[in-house]
């Protein structure tokens, strides 16, 4: 019976510590991503930050403007932003949904179903992205329009169904991808 209490307790703690951890690296402001600019899936915009406060640096880069960097003990982590909430392309389920957590170019918890800003979405069959009139429940409700350029850079790979930062378009199909975002 105390060994089973002394393990309930264990678990517990280790849960505290792994909520903190994320808490620490995933704590939202000015250094809500460590280690680099990856960029969200939210809107192609840079998420980007110092870190959390602690004593370990690294050397400076772009990702800190040029500037050293200081982070939590332990190694830098690069690549791994927390943005907020965005509404990303389900290639499963073939339609929009907000993205509730996500990283290295993949959503990994998926809420209420959505439409982006600009109306110009991913459309799996020509594997473009083209203008819709009317969205509805994150699809698009009548014959895809024209080919479009989506506002944000951060767009869907069919190749591997990842997120990727576009650097090219041409009729509304990104020519050239960059890293993960």
Known sequence: MAARAVSRIASIALALAVALALGASCGGGAGAARGGTTGGVTGGARTGGDGGAGTTSRPADATAGGRAATGGPGLPVTGVTCPTAGCVFHAGAGAYFTCLSSGAGACFHFGARCAPADACLYHPASRAY?????????TCAVAPGAPCTPASACTFDPSDGLHRTCLAWSAGTCTRFAGLC
Do not use: A, F, K, L
């Open 130 to 138: 083209r203008r819709c009139d009317q969205i509805v429940e994150g």
